[in-house]
């Protein structure tokens, strides 16, 4: 019974698929043309692919279904000698018993030797990644808390300000503790323009009151105090 599909122009490439003999979970495609590629350059091809080498290649032409059409036996001939289409598989058998495929090395991983360290290499590694002693962290808790405090002491409410990042300007609205926000102290600020993310009131705490959305509490180092008047938004800069 003669075949429904038609022969390929000289000129059209086709797309196989690629399976492996030795990978069952290897599966890849190439584009080729069959009347320009000979089977010895496909082996070539399909060598940088799967890493079977040439010599140890043989090649079968398997149709979409998986059944064999043909052994590509002359390396010399080229591949629309043996009637390949889109869809149609080259599959690779690799001959040599001790091919870097065979065996299930590059599949299964539980072939592979494992890297154990010993009981003496991990103690040290412990040590290192210990974390510091409750004592030492609780005295690098009040050394930052001080600091903050230092910092607060030199603003007051009612000072003008300017906040980082974005040198945004405003009022200093609050300053002191502030627990339902975390340790240390904190600095409330009423921003000029509404680039802030409340009214003053956070976690439903009233720390100070200004319009919705001028509003932001951030740590005093952040916190700039001096002659920040408000900027005029219809001042143009000098050219």
């Known amino acids: 019974m003669a075949s429904s599909k038609l022969h390929l122009p000289a000129d059209d490439s086709v797309l196989l698929l690629v399976t492996h003999s030795n990978l069952s979970t290897f599966a890849a495609d190439i584009r080729v043309s069959p009347q320009q590629t000979t089977v010895e350059a496909l082996k070539d091809k399909l060598w940088r692919k ?18 064999k059409v043909a052994d590509l036996e002359d390396d010399a001939a080229p591949l629309a000698a043996y009637g390949p289409y889109n869809g149609y598989r080259i599959h690779v058998v690799d001959l040599d018993p001790s091919s870097l495929t065979s ?15 010993s009981d003496e290499a991990y103690d040290k590694l412990d040590k290192k990644m210990a974390p510091k002693n409750s004592a030492s962290s609780q005295d690098d808790k009040q050394q930052s808390e001080k600091q903050m405090e ?3 002491s030199k603003i007051k409410v009612g000072d003008r300000c300017e906040v980082e990042p974005g ?35 956070v976690k439903g705490i009233r720390f100070f ?13 952040k916190v700039k105090v001096g002659d920040y008047p408000e900027r005029d938004p219809f001042e143009e800069e000098e050219i």
């Open 50 to 67: 799967t890493g079977t080498a040439v010599a140890s290649m043989r090649l079968q032409l398997r149709d979409d279904t998986g059944a």
């Open 103 to 117: 065996g299930g090395w590059l599949e299964d991983t539980s072939l592979v030797d494992k890297y154990k360290m």
């Open 150 to 152: 230092e910092l607060c």
């Open 167 to 201: 040198a945004k300007r405003g009022t200093v609205k609050f300053v002191g503790k502030a627990e339902a926000l975390g340790r240390g102290f904190w600095v409330g600020v009423q921003y000029d323009e509404p680039l802030g993310k409340h009214d003053g009131m």
């Open 209 to 221: 009151e200004c319009p919705q959305g001028h509003g932001a509490i951030v740590r005093p180092e």
